[in-house]
């Protein structure tokens, strides 16, 4: 649609409601939106939207940012920060309540049970205790 240029003989103030006769022309001229292109247009902007707080709020859990208004995105967007800040603190809090396991340093040989093993075994075993020393 070309743009026009439209001189207002009166200021726009407030004071006057009236729409200059170009303009209530161009805008009965413009076609009105099929009724399911309105409500497609909303859940286009509406998941742009819901992206972006996404990208914007990386703690955000993304499956529970939802809603169809801005309200009620942006609402979601805190409460899904809120639970994943919990879900954090109760996976720190489980951490630091188990001890990290004991490993030893070096090389080491598995520890056998000496008292019901073969000469072969008790041998064998001797000779590589000596060899590490």
Do not use: C, W, Y
Request: charged share 30%; no cysteine.
């Amino acid at each position: 649609m070309p743009a026009t240029d439209l001189t207002l003989e009166t200021p726009i103030d407030g004071s006057e409601d009236e729409l200059p006769d170009e303009v209530l022309a161009e805008l009965e001229a413009e076609p009105s939106p099929e009724p399911g292109e309105i409500e497609q247009m909303r859940d286009e902007s509406n998941a742009i939207i819901r992206d972006l707080l996404i990208k914007a709020h990386p703690d955000a859990i993304p499956e529970l940012v939802h809603g169809d208004t801005l309200t009620e995105l942006l609402d979601s967007v805190l409460s899904a920060e809120q639970i994943f800040r919990k879900v954090a603190e109760v996976i720190d809090a489980r951490r630091a309540a188990v001890p990290p396991p004991h490993v030893p340093a070096g090389g080491i040989s598995p520890i056998r049970d000496l008292d019901h093993a073969t000469p072969d075994t008790l041998i064998r075993t001797a000779l590589v205790s000596r060899q590490l020393g």
